[in-house]
């Protein structure tokens, strides 16, 4: 019944997560992009792996920009698992064991499975 709690491990992504669209804020703002400065904020995934504990490893060194607003299609052969986990890792319902997903604070991340 004493299991471990996740709220502490979502409260230091929350804040890391905060402190780095910040100073993406600030370099954005430097550049004239003619929207407001959050829109130009991209979503990063970097550096990214993920290994579960039975040794599984998913993903290594995975590292992607997307532009907000750009429309991206996931595919990969049939390894429905990375899929899946790939979609949890963005939805932060888990962590990556490797490196970081960051998604700026104005936009809000919704996991449905």
């Known amino acids: ?7 502490p491990r979502f409260k230091q992504a929350h804040d890391a997560r905060r402190e780095m669209t910040r100073k993406a804020r600030a370099r954005v703002s430097q550049m ?12 990063e995934v970097v550096n990214m792996g993920m290994t579960f504990s039975s040794g599984v ?16 299609a996931i595919t990969q052969g049939n390894n ?20 970081q997903v960051f998604i700026p604070t104005n936009l809000r991340v919704l996991h449905v499975s």
């Open 57 to 72: 490893r998913l993903f290594r060194d995975l590292s992607l920009s997307v532009p907000q607003g750009s429309l991206v």
């Open 1 to 7: 019944l004493n299991m471990p709690i996740d709220v």
């Open 32 to 43: 004239s992009t003619g929207c407001v400065a959050e829109d130009a904020i991209p979503l």
């Open 80 to 99: 429905v698992k990375a899929r899946s986990t790939f979609m949890k890792l963005l939805g932060q319902v888990i962590f990556p064991t490797e490196g």
